[in-house]
């Protein structure tokens, strides 16, 4: 890796801090895309633009290393055109029911997997792992607090005869 896990963390760190942000106001807002589903798509982008240096980086390296040989980084256009797949997979996850969204947190995980695909099937191990660990925190702490907040917000309301 062309990165050091200090300049990983730092970006990850950064996207996250201003993804939450963004999230809390919309969930403010009582839009359907909360802090969750911003959060799982700003790392997802974030892994693909520390992948972007990553690959870039390597065939610059692989150029020098090797005056003779053409050297092509036309490989980062597929990855494209698979997030803009998995974008419509995610997009099928989402269902409107009368005046409620569900599906958005799905969709958002399930385009962060394919990001984790792209990643460790590319075999940046490394990126993966701190990539796929700061999702799952965000969602499981994000839904332990959602679910607390929910509980205490039930258990306070008065039930009257």
């Known amino acids: 890796m062309f990165l050091s896990y200090y300049d990983i963390l730092i970006r990850i760190g950064l996207t996250l801090l201003f993804v939450i942000v963004l999230g809390s106001e919309r969930e403010r807002r009582h839009k359907a895309a909360g802090i969750t589903t911003h959060s799982l798509v700003g790392l997802s982008t974030c892994a693909l633009g520390i992948l972007q240096v990553e690959l870039f980086e390597s065939a610059l390296k692989l150029a020098f290393d090797n005056p003779g040989l053409t050297?092509?980084?036309?490989g980062q256009r597929l990855?494209?055109?698979?997030?803009?797949?998995?974008?419509?997979?995610?997009?099928g996850a989402i269902?409107?029911?009368?005046?409620?969204?569900?599906?958005?947190?799905?969709?958002?995980?399930?385009?962060?997997?394919?990001?984790?695909?792209?990643?460790?099937?590319?075999?940046?191990?490394?990126?993966?792992?701190?990539?796929?660990?700061?999702?799952?925190?965000?969602?499981?702490?994000?839904?332990?607090?959602?679910?607390?907040?929910?509980?205490?917000?039930?258990?306070?309301?008065?039930?009257?005869p």
């Open 79 to 91: 990855i494209a055109q698979v997030i803009t797949g998995i974008g419509f997979l995610g997009g």
């Open 71 to 74: 050297v092509s980084i036309e």
């Open 95 to 160: 269902l409107k029911t009368q005046n409620r969204i569900q599906g958005l947190t799905t969709a958002a995980t399930l385009w962060g997997a394919g990001v984790l695909g792209i990643i460790f099937g590319l075999g940046y191990i490394e990126l993966g792992a701190i990539f796929g660990v700061t999702m799952l925190l965000v969602i499981y702490i994000n839904k332990t607090v959602l679910y607390r907040r929910n509980l205490k917000n039930s258990s306070s309301e008065k039930i009257e």
